[in-house]
């Protein structure tokens, strides 16, 4: 009886561990590093990946706050354009406001000198009709007549006590 470890026991023992050694070797060297290299190669993609999508959020933020800038700009510009625009409407309101005014000041002016001269023409027209009824009242009543002179004398002494009785209401 031979020990358990025997000459055959020992040599399946040595034959199966080389076997396992070889195998470990040939897994190692032909699966083993192929996977790993193929591990390795994803890992630097998905990192390589994140790394770029790190790098378009943060040029997508940018271009957003960029974008937020120009629109409070466009904003800011817009209520300038508006505000502007009422101050100019108000500016041309005031200006238009003030031709009104110098132009109902002329039509104004323009009526005064119209009454002005109608009235000076309504005057003479009574100074004539008032000569006239003068003339026939003083010959009828010295029964001769009166030189022309001294009926215009006359006239223009009555026309001034008229006009001062006027003067002074």
């Known amino acids: 009886m031979g020990s358990l470890l025997g000459p055959t026991a020992l040599g399946h023992a040595l034959m199966t561990l080389i076997s396992f050694l070889i195998l470990i070797f040939c897994v ?4 083993w590093t ?3 290299n193929v591990l390795d190669q994803r890992k630097r993609l998905i990192t390589k990946e994140l790394n770029e999508g790190h790098d378009l959020k943060a040029a997508s933020e940018k271009a957003n706050k960029e974008a937020q800038a120009k629109l409070t700009q466009s904003r800011v510009e817009a209520n300038k354009i508006v505000n502007d625009a009422k101050k100019q409407g ?3 309101k005031m200006r238009l ?14 009526a005064q000198r119209r ?8 005057l003479a027209e009574m100074e004539d009709t008032i ?4 003339v026939e009242i003083a010959e009828k009543i010295i029964k001769h007549e009166i030189n022309e002179e001294d009926h215009r004398r006359l006239i223009n002494d009555f026309i001034h006590r008229l006009e001062e009785e006027v003067k002074h209401g």
């Open 28 to 31: 190692h060297r032909f699966a």
């Open 97 to 110: 406001k003030q031709e009104a005014n110098q132009d109902i000041d002329a039509m104004k002016a323009q």
């Open 90 to 92: 108000e500016e041309l």
């Open 115 to 122: 009454i002005e001269r109608e009235r000076q023409e309504v």
């Open 131 to 134: 000569a006239s009824v003068s």
């Open 34 to 36: 192929p996977l790993m």
